[in-house]
């Protein structure tokens, strides 16, 4: 080769390399990043909007419906039916345990978007909160020391009755024994109230169903039993959103309708109470 044709291979081949940069930028704009380990996501079509998250007041303190294991993890059947329920919405949900006694102030003031804490469905509750189809079928339940004569509610008029406060049992005591009566003991949670039964500063509790059968059947050494009455009307525990909240209350109502149908619900209540809830209501009606 001659100086002059070296010279111009050279340009030539400049004049290429220069010409496929050109077409390499023009066919990526913005240039891409070295290629790193990317994440799964990043080789897929553009990722969905990330999913609402609904911040959901419980008081935890209500096993086996709502409560904390041993890694302060909030767990219970309220919370798996809420979740299976969020799942369904395409919604998710984040628990946060709340004391009962502000819990409703808690949904009011927009702390919370929504409460799961085993609130029974009633009318002056419905007038400050809007509550979604019933999930779960509850009534009082009287519970005593073994040694006791409390045979029925009536028994308890002139007693030392625990409850826990601004609850439905404490609505029923506090019409039995008067508004003003020093013998309803007001506690900020129910074990409380069983804690003081056991310790004699009470002479019975009334509270909801589910969580006097599962104390009593976790605490042996208490030696309690339960005294049913018929007088007790049946109650229905519901979701709560704050009043006018219609659009999370749909979406909570079509989750409620789907793990109904797809037999979800009933795999959480036997995980909980052993039997699909008509399998249990039957044995029950049939044991009375
Ligand atoms: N069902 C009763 C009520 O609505 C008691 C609920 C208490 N729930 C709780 N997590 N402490 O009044």
């Known amino acids: ?5 070296t010279r111009r291979f050279l340009q030539r081949v400049g004049m290429l390399a220069a010409g496929l940069v050109l077409a390499a930028c023009g066919k990526q704009e913005p240039p891409a990043p070295a290629p790193v380990a990317s994440a799964p996501e990043a080789a897929s ?4 909007a990330p999913a609402k998250v609904y911040t959901v007041g419980t008081d935890a303190a209500y096993a086996p419906f709502e409560s904390q294991n041993d890694k302060a993890e909030i767990v219970g059947f309220t ?11 395409g919604f998710e949900v984040k628990f946060v345990n709340t004391p009962w006694e502000g819990i409703f102030n808690a949904l009011q003031q927009g702390d919370r978007d929504m409460l799961a804490s085993s609130i029974t469905i009633t009318d002056e509750r419905k007038q400050t909160m809007d509550f979604s ?5 509850a009534v009082q339940l009287i519970a005593v020391k073994q040694d006791s004569k409390v045979a029925k509610f009536d028994d308890l008029k002139k007693m030392k009755v625990g409850v826990q406060t601004g609850t439905t049992g404490d609505e029923v005591v506090t019409k039995l024994l008067g ?4 013998n309803v003991k ?8 069983l804690k003081e039964l056991e310790a004699g500063g009470v002479d019975a509790v009334v509270a909801d169903n589910g969580v006097v059968i599962h104390y009593v059947a976790n605490n042996p050494g208490a030696q309690f039993k339960t005294v049913a009455d018929a007088s007790f009307v049946p109650e229905q525990y519901g979701f709560a959103v704050k009043k006018g909240n219609a659009e999370l209350l749909a979406l ?3 989750g409620i309708a789907d793990i109904k149908a797809d037999g979800t619900y009933d795999k959480i209540f036997a995980k909980y109470f052993g039997a699909a809830p008509a399998a249990a209501a039957a044995a029950s ?3 009375k």
């Open 252 to 254: 909570v109502n079509k």
């Open 79 to 89: 919370i798996d039916v809420m979740s299976a329920v969020a799942q369904k919405g």
């Open 179 to 182: 508004k003003t009566s020093a």
């Open 133 to 137: 189809a019933p999930y779960f079928d």
């Open 285 to 287: 009606a049939a044991s």
């Open 186 to 193: 007001r506690y900020e949670s129910t074990p409380l109230a």
């Open 1 to 5: 080769m001659t100086d002059l044709s």
């Open 45 to 48: 079509a553009p990722a969905p």
